[in-house]
């Protein structure tokens, strides 16, 4: 009994020292069918947040995340492959937000745009995948950040937006790879999606296949311990 209690306790004082969220958007795909379309409102809380997208989208059984996902296929033909994930009330307009995925390449010869966009469709930023690499434009210009993914190498990106600075950094595998980079639009002004978008392919069809899982998008509340 005195395990149980010193292991309660200290799961208390993990708690309380790494602070609070609130969850404005999420989707791990569990509840889905296999084969099908994602569902508009992801399961779970919150309740309203939801997905909106067109094109080549399916729910797999992905076998090395050992979960189920959603696979992004660029189609052969129009029209583009696009998924936006859109958070539940707002506006949110200030404080931090973390944007955290889990996501690996089946084909990459295609450029996947992923951006971080307002109600009024201003980005905070751009990233692209492509060739195993992962590129950045921001109100800084532009970088190739570092690190290589070729397909079937599982990586997980957290997006980190301070809305009251106006800046953002970038880790993959917890490793920093961008950080304090300015929003891309002076316009851009609430959190509202994250997008991810194949272009169609209409003048050539270089394939790109993206798989994406437990996608959350959420508020920092601050740390549970103030320290004086």
Request: hydrophobic share 35%; with cysteine.
């Amino acid at each position: 009994m005195k395990k149980k209690g010193l292991l309660l306790l200290f799961v208390l004082i993990l708690f309380a020292i790494s602070g609070s969220w609130l969850t404005v958007f999420h989707a791990d795909f569990e509840t889905d069918v296999p084969g099908s379309t994602p569902v508009t409102a992801p399961d779970g809380d919150p309740p309203n947040d939801r997905l909106n997208f067109d094109g080549d989208l399916e729910i797999i059984n992905s076998a090395p995340l050992g979960s189920k996902a959603l696979k992004i296929d660029r189609s052969t033909t129009p029209p583009a492959t696009i998924l936006e994930c859109i958070t539940d009330g707002g506006p949110h307009t200030n404080g931090t937000y973390y944007i955290e995925f889990k996501s690996y390449a089946e084909a990459d010869e295609s450029g996947l745009g992923i951006s971080v966009q307002s109600t009024s469709r201003h980005k905070a930023l751009q990233m692209g995948f492509k060739d195993g690499r992962y590129g950045l434009s921001s109100g800084d210009g532009q970088d190739m950040l570092a690190g290589t993914y070729p397909p079937g190498t599982i990586h997980s990106i957290r997006i980190t937006m301070n809305m009251n600075s106006r800046k953002f950094s970038v880790a993959i595998n917890d490793v920093q790879v961008a950080l304090d980079k300015t929003f891309l639009d002076v316009g851009f002004k609430d959190l509202y999606l994250i997008r991810f978008n194949y272009v169609p392919a209409i003048v050539e069809a270089f394939p790109g296949v993206y798989i994406v899982d437990d996608i959350s998008i959420k508020k920092y509340l601050g740390s549970g311990i103030k320290c004086r």
